[in-house]
Every structure is written in C-alpha cells, then in structure tokens.
C-alpha cells in the first residue's frame, strides 16, 4: 500500500514500482562495466514485479556490483581481501568512503554484507519491493561516493 497525499492508502502499481526503481538508477559517471553491472540489477528489480523472487536475485546483483566497484576503485590490495566487509573497511581507512552511520539495525556495512553473504550462499528468503529498495539505494550511495571526484582527497 502507498499513502498517497491525493487519495490516500492505496495499492501499488507497476507505474509506482517502476517509478522506484527509475529513482534508484545511478546519479555519477562510473566505468561502463559498473553501469552494465548494475543496470542488469536495475532490471531484475523491475522485473520483480511479476515475480518477489527476482528481488532477492536484483539485491545480489546490486551487492555484487557495489564489491566489483569496491575491487576496481581500490585495485590489487583489494583482490587479495575475503570479502565485501573488509573491502568496505579498507575504502573508509583510505577516505574514498565515510564510515558508516550507525542506525537502528548497527553498522550498514556489516548489513549489506550479511545481507550479501546471505543471498550468496543461499536462502529461502524473499525481499518485499521496498526491503529491496533499501539495499539498492545504500550499493548506489556507496558506489556513488566511491566514484566521486572527491574521493580519496583527504587520504
């Protein structure tokens, strides 16, 4: 359901969904390879709408896209690293990424990598549109800010 300011509670539709994913597109220049990656993550999302499973395999697109992103931006010492966490760790020491903020849930990156380690090595659960929505919009922060021309300016 959505509350909308005109109607109020109603229900979803394909043009809300695809309106959300429109949003979650990325809003910086990345190397081709990172928007291909990602692109293909945006269309499992959409698709998602004919079938919840797909949001569970667009989030690991997603996931996979932002540690790809994580090995092209840091090069060789990252290939070396076991992992989407330290990867994480390793941008944030080097100032191409804040440290994540603490919320409700703890640290975000030890999220998202749970989340990701969780889908990579299977599991029965499937992501309702705006859990997904969730996860995409924290890969395309990250990705965003690691791409950005500042990053890095202050190591």
Same mark, same amino acid.
């Given at each position: 359901?959505?509350?909308?300011?005109?109607?109020? $509670?109603?229900?979803?539709?394909?043009?809300?969904?695809?309106?959300?994913? #429109?949003?979650?597109?990325?809003?910086?220049?990345?190397?081709? %390879?990172?928007?291909?990656?990602?692109?293909?993550? /945006?269309?499992? /999302?959409?698709?998602?709408?004919?079938?919840?499973? $797909?949001? %569970? %395999? *667009? =989030?690991?697109?997603?996931?996979?896209?932002?540690?790809?992103?994580?090995?092209?931006?840091?090069?060789?010492?990252? *290939?070396?690293?076991?992992?989407?966490?330290?990867?994480?760790?390793?941008?944030?020491?080097?100032? $191409?990424?804040? #440290?994540?903020?603490?919320?409700?849930?703890?640290?975000?990156? *030890?999220? $998202?990598?749970?989340?990701?380690?969780?889908? #990579?090595?299977?599991?029965?659960?499937?992501? #309702?549109?705006?859990? *997904?929505?969730?996860?995409?919009?924290? =890969?395309?922060?990250?990705?965003?800010?690691?791409?950005?021309?500042?990053?890095?300016?202050?190591?």
């Amino acid at each position: 359901m959505i509350d909308d300011p005109d109607t109020g $509670l109603r229900p979803v539709t394909f043009q809300d969904h695809y309106e959300m994913v #429109a949003r979650l597109g990325l809003q910086t220049a990345v190397p081709e %390879v990172i928007e291909r990656l990602y692109g293909r993550a /945006l269309h499992a /999302l959409l698709y998602g709408w004919f079938d919840y499973e $797909l949001m %569970v %395999v *667009a =989030c690991g697109q997603a996931l996979a896209t932002l540690e790809f992103s994580l090995k092209t931006r840091l090069g060789a010492p990252a *290939a070396k690293m076991g992992g989407l966490k330290p990867r994480l760790d390793y941008a944030v020491k080097f100032g $191409l990424l804040s #440290a994540p903020t603490p919320s409700a849930w703890g640290d975000e990156h *030890a999220l $998202l990598a749970s989340i990701r380690n969780e889908i #990579a090595h299977g599991s029965d659960h499937v992501y #309702a549109p705006n859990m *997904a929505e969730v996860v995409f919009d924290r =890969c395309r922060s990250l990705i965003t800010e690691l791409y950005s021309p500042s990053a890095g300016q202050e190591a």
